[in-house]
């Protein structure tokens, strides 16, 4: 009996969504607590809605981390200030410039600078760098690069900067306080919403299974991506690393993840939705999942080999990186009916009336 109203309620569900394209929080928290068939139909219904929307292609976006240094101590992440044994390493500008000009040779056709908070790159470096790229390769930039001032941000867009990712990790401001110290939610919606003014298209995102985090703020979590309206939405599961204070926590729970991937992607139909490295190093098919759970990137880690391992977020990324290159990547969307998008998978989207904070 309780099978039969199991699967009422989720018709409905999606017999609500089918007519209104949105969902309740209420909803989306009964969609989260999905299993077994309901759990099978809800991913079933995102990789519809993404083919229907965005079809079979699959953005490859190349990542290279250029720097692991952090001024910042999240208490989940590995290249925290306070983590002394970690080697850390920056790349300079040539070897950044080198290495983005390969990624784009091979076909890739976004490069996303990634690095910690760290203040010895000046915004002008990087703003210098963004303009070398651009002028020799056919490429999107995309920036993660963390908190800077408008400034920074302005003179990188100017130099020709496509797209900033900013996580948001958690809606639930207290936890976002512990998680990050010195530094609050408000703080970085404001970030979000300024980055927004300047023109990039802006990505963000949020960790599932962070310790203190409930249902309901996962809830709140995919709320808060509709509400920003996000041209792109990270969504990876936390991971204990050993040099952290949390190390003695549970992992993230894959599948909680990749029904909030889902139920995202049901919400946010247009959005760029990647399948991240961090569910990559959950499972070992957790980018297959995910690419059929609503996701419809992938960033693959083209970091210089003699760096690449110290980029130390979360332990397992580096049993994710064997075959990062664009024909490895090639073969295996198609294995799966997918293929590689042509363009820079410029975001469709529009932000949302209540986007400023
Ligand atoms: S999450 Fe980002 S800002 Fe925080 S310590 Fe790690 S690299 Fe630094």
Same mark, same amino acid.
């Given at each position: 009996?309780?099978?039969?109203?199991?699967?009422?309620?989720?018709?409905?569900?999606?017999?609500?969504?089918?007519?209104?394209?949105?969902?309740?929080?209420?909803?989306?928290?009964?969609?989260?607590?999905?299993?077994?068939?309901?759990?099978?139909?809800?991913?079933?219904?995102?990789?519809?809605?993404?083919?229907?929307?965005?079809?079979?292609?699959?953005?490859?976006?190349?990542?290279?981390?250029?720097?692991?240094?952090?001024?910042?101590?999240?208490?989940?992440?590995?290249?925290?200030?306070?983590?002394?044994?970690?080697?850390?390493?920056?790349?300079?500008?040539?070897?950044?410039?080198?290495?983005?000009?390969?990624?784009?040779?091979?076909?890739?056709?976004?490069?996303?600078?990634?690095?910690?908070?760290?203040?010895?790159?000046?915004?002008?470096?990087?703003? @210098? /760098?963004?303009?070398?790229? =651009? *002028?020799?390769?056919?490429?999107?930039?995309? +920036?993660? &690069?963390?908190? $800077?001032?408008?400034?920074?941000?302005?003179?990188?867009?100017?130099?020709?900067?496509?797209?900033?990712?900013?996580?948001?990790?958690?809606?639930?401001?207290?936890?976002?306080?512990?998680?990050?110290?010195?530094?609050?939610?408000?703080?970085?919606?404001?970030?979000?919403?300024?980055?927004?003014?300047?023109?990039?298209?802006?990505?963000?995102?949020?960790?599932?299974?962070?310790?203190?985090?409930?249902?309901?703020?996962?809830?709140?979590?995919?709320?808060?991506?509709?509400?920003?309206?996000?041209?792109?939405?990270?969504?990876?599961?936390?991971?204990?690393?050993?040099?952290?204070?949390?190390?003695?926590?549970?992992?993230? @729970? /894959?599948?909680?993840?990749? =029904? *909030?991937?889902?139920?995202?992607?049901?919400? +946010?139909? &247009?959005?760029? $939705?990647?399948?991240?490295?961090?569910?990559?190093?959950?499972?070992?098919?957790?980018?297959?999942?995910?690419?059929?759970?609503?996701?419809?990137?992938?960033?693959?880690?083209?970091?210089?080999?003699?760096?690449?391992?110290?980029?130390?977020?979360?332990?397992?990324?580096?049993?994710?990186?064997?075959?990062?290159?664009?024909?490895?990547?090639?073969?295996?969307?198609?294995?799966?009916?997918?293929?590689?998008?042509?363009?820079?998978?410029?975001?469709?989207?529009?932000?949302?009336?209540?986007?400023?904070?």
């Amino acid at each position: 009996m309780e099978v039969i109203n199991l699967e009422e309620r989720f018709s409905a569900i999606f017999d609500r969504y089918e007519k209104a394209h949105s969902l309740s929080g209420e909803d989306i928290a009964a969609l989260l607590r999905a299993e077994g068939e309901q759990l099978q139909a809800l991913f079933q219904k995102a990789d519809e809605v993404r083919e229907r929307y965005l079809g079979k292609e699959v953005h490859l976006r190349a990542i290279i981390e250029f720097s692991n240094n952090c001024i910042k101590n999240c208490l989940y992440c590995g290249l925290r200030r306070d983590n002394r044994k970690l080697t850390r390493y920056r790349m300079p500008a040539d070897e950044i410039f080198s290495a983005a000009v390969k990624a784009s040779r091979e076909g890739f056709k976004t490069i996303v600078l990634q690095a910690g908070e760290d203040p010895h790159y000046k915004p002008e470096v990087i703003a @210098d /760098l963004v303009r070398r790229i =651009k *002028a020799c390769s056919d490429v999107a930039v995309t +920036l993660s &690069l963390g908190d $800077l001032t408008k400034d920074a941000y302005q003179k990188m867009r100017l130099a020709g900067a496509d797209r900033y990712l900013l996580k948001f990790e958690t809606s639930e401001p207290f936890l976002f306080g512990r998680l990050r110290p010195g530094t609050n939610l408000t703080g970085r919606l404001k970030q979000l919403s300024l980055l927004k003014e300047l023109g990039y298209q802006v990505g963000s995102g949020n960790i599932i299974g962070l310790p203190g985090q409930s249902l309901d703020s996962v809830t709140e979590d995919i709320l808060l991506l509709r509400k920003l309206g996000v041209e792109m939405a990270g969504i990876g599961p936390f991971i204990p690393h050993l040099q952290t204070p949390l190390r003695n926590s549970l992992p993230g @729970d /894959l599948y909680l993840n990749l =029904k *909030a991937l889902a139920v995202t992607r049901l919400l +946010l139909p &247009l959005t760029h $939705l990647p399948a991240t490295t961090a569910i990559a190093a959950v499972h070992a098919s957790g980018r297959r999942l995910a690419l059929k759970s609503g996701a419809n990137v992938v960033m693959p880690d083209l970091t210089p080999l003699p760096y690449r391992s110290y980029y130390d977020i979360y332990p397992g990324r580096t049993r994710t990186q064997s075959g990062n290159s664009y024909l490895r990547w090639k073969e295996e969307l198609e294995q799966m009916g997918r293929s590689i998008a042509g363009g820079y998978g410029y975001g469709a989207i529009h932000a949302s009336p209540d986007w400023q904070f």
